[in-house]
């Protein structure tokens, strides 16, 4: 009967056989295509997905034969509600084929788009990817024009092609968390947080971060109004959106040269690297290295083999945004990623190879189980590991910090921490407003014709940059970003950012770490790498705020630890702009250059 718990475990068993191996088709469907964009495997990745909604369904229609709100079995009970849970599953065949399409067909736009008419090009019909030469040309180039024209052109190539599409998938992910209980799409990607007030909660984690950003942001603006005397500034006080070395000016690395406090002490990790001949497999061995080291699993021997880490050469189109793969049956574990040789690259590996050890480490809880404990618990374990590997202490190990270079250097110091504020408080808005517009757009706040509008209201008043060319209504600004034609949440990089820096500070004190938070390196610390597995070992059987407990001791997420990480460089900065107006007003002013 409904309430027989043992007939219920035992239908729950066969759930997830038949899940490990429904899904890993649908995964190997999806790898293909990702692999090789063409319109033949783009068909079978449709038929896969097809076959896992309908598996969904039937799964579905099956939980309806128990009483399992009633359970009092917790974990049975919370396996009955993950599988119920089924997404865009929901909708009938047509209109699933529909959003799938829409999906696919931005997806496709976003991957294949090229670049042409680069000032100068003697052929202007050369055209240029994304990854490597449009990011390169963002993060090296101080040639106005030529920024204006990657960033401009970037934009007409992806989001300018998505509107229709966008709209379609809008609507019918609306309709699917519908027929779900959610109130809209938005409604039910908040719901993985488990969270009363989620969205409150990260409004008040913002503005906990929005004075130190402010401090950041201002120190920017002043050096790059000398580097770019003569050129035109809001009198509004944001900063042309182009000239923060990267295409969304989500991360100000590339300015390292323009913003070290102590330009005679540079970090020049990439060009170490490239002394060093490193290799895409050299990068990946160091990182596997250091999860081993902390008495992590290593890869897979069928990892290196069946995971593709370099752009292919064949010209065939791939998906070159990074992402790692779990097959769900235990044995495939994947990485796809276009690497270049640099440090970031080398921060990136270590980011997806974090998400890697996740799945090794919950790969014997149920299938429904595995996944992070909330999406931003997932995001954080590899930067976790990145902040240990970023130190001067560890580079120095590593043999990536040059030889004259003294790590314990104070100023070597605060030119690290420069750097890394570079990166993660740089990133703090930008984390923050991707969602902020499309929880408004899924909310009906925002239409279709409000799109562009809202997301330059959003990036002026929160990130506080401006369109370096006039934007109109026909553009959609926000589709030139990965994650929104591939309907990536971004939420979860927010408060990865913010939790990183408590369990950062936790697995230091584990590893008996004294002195500054940022000197702290983790490495071969095998009491900080049991403390980190026992929290993955849980997947998502248990709701975050008992993930985060089992790290931290805590059960909320806050923002003192990246505060105290960053301590010392707000000092500095606080010296540095005190002559400086702090902030920008929240509309952008008008007063664009055409190129
Ligand atoms: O997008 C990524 C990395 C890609 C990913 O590893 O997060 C990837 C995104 C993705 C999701 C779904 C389909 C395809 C790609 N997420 C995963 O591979 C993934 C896999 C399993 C569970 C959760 C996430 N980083 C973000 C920001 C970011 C956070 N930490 C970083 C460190 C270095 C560089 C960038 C970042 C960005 O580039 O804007
Ligand atoms: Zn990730």
Redesign the pocket.
């Known amino acids: 009967d409904r309430n027989n718990i043992t007939a219920a475990k035992i239908w729950l068993e066969e759930y997830n056989t038949e899940a490990e191996k429904v899904r890993p088709e649908a995964q190997e469907a999806s790898w293909t295509w990702n692999t090789n964009i063409t319109d033949y495997n783009n068909r079978l990745k449709l038929e896969a997905e097809k076959k896992k909604s309908e598996f969904d369904k039937r799964s579905y229609n099956q939980t309806l034969n128990w009483d399992w709100k009633n359970f009092t079995e917790i974990n049975a009970k919370r396996q009955f509600y993950k599988i119920a849970d089924i997404g865009e599953s929901v909708l009938p065949t047509d209109k699933f084929q529909q959003i799938t399409k829409a999906k696919s067909n931005m997806q496709s736009v976003y991957s294949k788009a090229r670049v042409c008419n680069k000032p100068g090009d003697q052929d202007p019909s050369k055209c240029y990817p994304l990854n490597p030469t449009l990011e390169n040309i963002m993060a090296k180039s101080t040639d106005w024009k030529e920024l204006a024209w990657a960033w401009e052109g970037w934009r007409n190539e992806t989001g300018r092609k998505m509107p229709d599409d966008y709209e379609k998938f809008v609507e019918l992910a609306n309709e699917a968390a519908g027929m779900n209980g959610y109130t809209d799409n938005g409604d039910y990607w908040r719901s993985w947080y488990e969270t009363e007030n989620f969205e409150k909660q990260m409004e008040e984690l913002f503005i906990g971060l929005k004075d130190l950003y402010k401090l950041l942001h201002a120190y920017a603006r002043k050096k790059l109004k000398e580097r770019f005397v003569g050129h035109p500034f809001p009198d509004s006080g944001q900063i042309p959106a182009h000239l923060l070395g990267n295409m969304?000016a989500?991360?100000w690395g590339n300015l390292f040269t323009l913003l070290a406090p102590y330009p005679g002490k540079p970090l020049d990790v990439t060009e170490m690297m490239r002394e060093q001949n490193y290799t895409t497999r050299k990068m990946f061995d160091l990182s596997e290295k250091f999860f081993t080291d902390l008495g992590l699993d290593p890869m897979p021997p069928k990892f290196y083999n069946d995971s593709m880490l370099d752009k292919p050469e064949d010209g065939r189109d791939v998906?070159c945004?990074?992402?790692?793969?779990?097959f769900y049956n235990r044995k495939d574990f994947r990485i796809k990623q276009c690497t270049q040789v640099t440090m970031?690259w080398l921060?990136?590996t270590h980011?997806?190879m974090g998400?890697v050890q996740?799945?090794l480490q919950y790969k014997d809880q149920p299938v429904v189980f595995r996944?992070?404990a909330n999406?931003g618990f997932?995001?954080a374990i590899?930067?976790v590991l990145?902040l240990s590997v970023s130190t001067p202490k560890h580079l120095k190990k590593i043999n990536l910090l040059r030889p004259n270079q003294n790590p314990d250097d104070e100023e070597l110091q605060l030119n690290f921490l420069m750097n890394q504020a570079l990166?993660k408080i740089a990133?703090i808005p930008f984390?923050y407003l991707i969602d902020q517009w499309r929880w408004k757009v899924f909310k009906g706040e925002t239409k279709k014709d409000e799109y562009n509008e809202d997301w330059w209201n959003l990036r002026c008043k929160h990130q506080g940059v401006s369109p370096p060319v006039q934007r109109f209504n026909t553009d959609f600004d926000a589709g030139s970003?990965?994650?929104v034609p591939?309907n990536?949440p971004?939420i979860?990089?927010f408060v990865?950012?913010v939790i990183q820096f408590q369990f950062h500070k936790a697995l230091c004190k584990e590893a008996g770490h004294n002195g500054p938070l940022h000197k702290c390196d983790i490495d071969q610390s095998t009491e900080a790498g049991n403390k980190l597995a026992a929290m993955m070992k849980l997947g998502s059987s248990k709701e975050w705020p008992d993930a985060m407990e089992a790290i931290t001791g805590q059960r909320k997420m806050n923002v003192s630890d990246l505060i105290e990480y960053f301590a010392p460089l707000e000092d500095w900065l606080k010296k540095e702009v005190k002559n400086e107006t702090l902030g920008w007003d929240d509309q952008c002013g008008r007063n664009f250059t055409i190129p």
């Open positions: 969304w989500q991360s998906v945004h990074a992402s790692a793969w779990d970031d921060i990136t980011h997806e998400h996740y799945f996944r992070g999406p997932h995001e590899g930067d990145a990166k990133f984390g970003k990965f994650h591939n990536t971004y979860r990089y990865s950012y």
